[in-house]
């Protein structure tokens, strides 16, 4: 072999060489990123969610403005702090059953002429139902993060019913109509009719179709 | 071709071509990797969005007349109430009714309105009576209202007029102003109220000091002039708005001694500096400690007992009045005893027109404990400081006579009123319960020419029930209410006249034989005092 041809494989072999390794390096390194992004992007994703269900915990409140023990009916009060308007989504339960979504209403005012609440039936909607199943649909907040809905309400020693339904409250906003900031309360009605205390409001938010747990109160 | 310069060659296109892929591939996604990096979220702490919730400390009370289902609202809460809804819940013949009135809008802070509930009965709810009030505010409180049923007052009622008129529609609130020329400041002695001579005023009320005597002696007044107190040190503050105008403020400073820079005004002994009318030259109101106070707190015990931690005042504006009182020995004052002028101060805690409140307060200097005098920490000087120990030889009465109250004219009458207060024991303890503010009806008797007032029927507010609500670690105190139904005698008994009074004391001075025990001094805060007659009908 001349000296030429001896030179010209000594330069190929060092330019596959490093071509190759130049090849691992990117396809490790490209391997490196996806797997870093698509783990950033579910922990951005879990921390985005676990951020709004922080915020509407302490946006959305739950007041009891009073419970009529002759007619087995609670009045409730929902709000949100910063005015944005938006549908409440409500698991109720009392003395260890989960109540049905005909017995919780809303009052709206438009409809009432007279005054006197609910008394025609066009005054009071009915809410309805966004979820109906098993405790395990539905997740929560929980302080060590997010579970679902059997886990924490075992933890809480709340009751594992076999059935949950979760109901939907439009703000009053949503069925007056109005625009811009929401400052009006929405009020609730709870018929209690045949059931017995605690009653817990389990308030819930909706996030990509999923409804969580964020609060609970226990007006009764 | 020399070996060296493929070398060469190979050492330069290997490193372009490598740059060339990392810029093209590596790059962008490590620069997409950084941004992801630094936009993706941390857990946030949770926001201060609770904010937007309001607590409020006093309570809603409301007067219902069955006959004429008018039902008067008092915002006795302490603020302002935007109403969003009122929820009357009815009691009809063994049903009950929900109703929701959202006309109310805002109700001010002492202030009232009334309003037919018959418009919202619907035909099918028979013989309505309210079970309950909730009020609905904008901000999302629910507050429940304290409902006076006249019905069942008067037929509950043991009083000498009771159940004898079965109508008495409410006439309009009249809220009491404290300060206007209405009242007569008397003072209580004995069983009667006695109008005290107009050359003295409301002097010879308080005693203060025990071992030495010293009192307050009204030493310099300066009108309608500019002032200056540079950092000073100051014992106790109480700010509010000046109730003629709320661009004002009344201020009442308690301190050991002080030099005033404008006007030039020096004294070493203990002083009271009452500033009234004062427009500030600075953003803030005053500066306590560095740091700037921009509107009076509602809470009148909120800045005091400041010296504790040894801070400085600092105030500069224009005051239409100012009066310095220091406190000297009795031999210098001519007398020993003070009025009640260096004690009380006109003043609101909320800008709205219409209220005017009175603060009482002989707290000086200091909180004490059940072995320390309350103006001073040290027992062996109890003595020398003890000085600043008051307490009323006579009660201060304020007797309304703007409303003339006649049991001809009227079946009864009812009072509410919002207070605040405030003591320096932080033990709060004392061996013996005394009153300390008194709220009831006087009648007018005259003999001879001559006016008496004989108290007639009376509630007394006592320590132990006023100091339920307050504390001093750290100064506090939350806002009272209370609301007073007083039946006026019948008719047949003659044709009598009532005034609404008020009475106010430091019953404390000390314990003879144990004197850091009942060495309390106080501080009372009327906010708002209201009277509602109620009218008899004719025939």
């Known amino acids: 072999m001349s000296l030429f041809s001896r030179l010209t494989l000594y330069g190929e072999a060092t330019l596959t060489t490093t071509v190759l390794l130049i090849g691992v390096a990117l396809v490790t390194g490209i391997g490196i990123l996806s797997y870093t992004v698509v783990t950033l992007g579910n922990y951005r994703s879990q921390m985005d969610l676990v951020n ?129 900031l929401c400052n009006d309360n929405t009020i609730v009605r709870v018929d209690l009719s045949g059931l017995t205390m605690p009653v817990r409001i389990h308030v819930a938010v909706e996030y990509n179709r999923v409804l969580y747990v964020v609060g609970t109160y226990a007006p009764l | 071709m020399p070996r060296s310069r493929y070398k060469a060659q190979s050492n330069v296109i290997l490193p372009a071509i490598f740059l060339a892929v990392f810029t093209i591939a590596i790059a962008p996604l490590a620069i997409f990797m950084i941004q992801v990096g630094q936009t993706t979220p941390s857990e946030k702490p949770l926001k201060p969005v609770l904010q937007g919730s309001r607590f409020i400390r006093g309570e809603m009370q409301g007067v219902y007349d069955e006959n004429s289902t008018g039902l008067l609202l008092i915002n006795n809460a302490g603020e302002d109430v935007d109403v969003d809804r009122l929820i009357i819940q009815l009691l009809c013949s063994g049903n009950t009714q929900t109703i929701g009135v959202s006309s109310v809008g805002r109700i001010h802070s002492g202030g009232s309105v009334s309003l037919n509930v018959s418009q919202y009965i619907s035909t099918t709810c028979k013989d309505p009576t309210i079970k309950t009030i909730q009020v609905v505010s904008q901000t999302g409180v629910v507050m429940p209202v304290r409902v006076v049923s006249l019905k069942e007052l008067l037929s509950g009622s043991t009083g000498p007029g009771g159940g004898t008129n079965t109508s008495m529609p409410i006439a309009s609130p009249i809220t009491i102003d404290l300060s206007s020329s209405t009242f007569s400041g008397v003072l209580y002695r004995g069983g ?127 005051a239409e009045r100012v009066e310095i009182y220091v406190r000297i020995p009795e031999t210098q004052a001519g007398g020993y005893t003070t009025g009640y002028e260096p004690y009380m101060l006109y003043m609101n805690t909320k800008p709205s027109q219409g209220l005017k409140g009175l603060l009482f307060t002989t707290i000086d200097r200091l909180y004490g404990f059940l072995e320390t005098v309350n103006e001073y920490y040290r027992v062996t000087d109890f003595i020398r400081y003890g000085l600043l120990n008051d307490y009323s030889i006579y009660p201060l009465v304020f007797i309304y006579t703007g409303y003339e109250i006649r049991n001809v004219n009227h079946t009864g009458v009812i009072l509410t ?51 339920r609500y307050e504390d001093i670690y750290p100064p506090s105190t939350g806002i009272q209410s209370d609301i007073l139904f007083f039946p006026l005698p019948d008719p047949s008994t003659g044709n009598r006249t009532f005034y609404v009074y008020l009475l106010i004391r430091d019953p404390y001075w000390y314990r003879w034989d144990s004197p850091t025990l009942d060495d309390i001094d106080i501080a009372l805060y009327i906010e708002q005092f209201t009277l509602i007659p109620l009218r008899r009908l004719k025939g």
């Open chain 2, 192 to 318: 009667s109220i006695v109008t005290v001579d107009p050359d003295r005023g409301m002097t010879g009320g308080l005693q203060p000091g025990h071992g030495y005597r010293w009192v307050f002696k009204l030493d310099k007044v300066f009108n309608n002039v500019a002032i200056t107190i540079w950092n000073q040190p100051y014992r106790n503050i109480w700010i509010g708005y000046d109730p003629r105008n709320p661009s004002r403020y009344n201020i009442l400073i308690a301190t050991d001694y002080i030099v005033i820079t404008t006007p030039y005004y020096s004294t070493g002994y203990y002083t009271r500096v009452k500033i009234i009318g004062f427009t500030p030259s600075t953003p803030y109101i005053v500066k306590l400690g560095g740091i700037e106070v921009y509107k009076p707190s509602e809470n009148i015990a909120n800045p005091l007992f400041s010296f504790q931690t040894g801070q400085l005042i600092y105030l500069n504006g224009i």
């Open chain 2, 417 to 467: 009123l919002q207070y605040q207060f405030i003591d320096n024991d932080a033990g709060d303890y004392v061996t013996v319960d005394l009153p300390i503010m008194e709220v009831g009806l006087v009648e007018l008797v005259e003999k001879e020419g001559e006016k008496y007032y004989y108290v007639y029927s009376y509630r007394t507010y006592n320590y132990v029930e006023l100091t």
């Open chain 1, 52 to 180: 709004t269900l922080r915020y509407e915990a302490g946006n959305i409140f739950v007041n009891t403005i009073l419970y009529d023990s002759s007619t087995s009916t609670l009045w409730l009060l929902f709000k949100r702090l910063d005015g944005s308007i938006g549908n409440y989504y409500v698991v109720v339960e009392s003395g260890g059953v989960y109540l049905s979504c005909s017995r919780i209403q809303v009052y709206n005012p438009l409809n009432d002429a007279n005054g006197v609440l609910c008394d025609n039936p066009w005054e009071c909607l009915t809410t309805s139902t966004v979820y109906r199943g098993g405790l395990k649909g539905v997740y929560a907040l929980h302080p060590s993060g997010v579970i679902d809905f059997e886990s924490y309400a075992r933890a809480q020693k709340y009751p594992l019913g076999s059935i949950i339904e979760a109901c939907r409250i439009p703000s009053v906003c949503i069925l007056t109509g109005k625009r811009g």
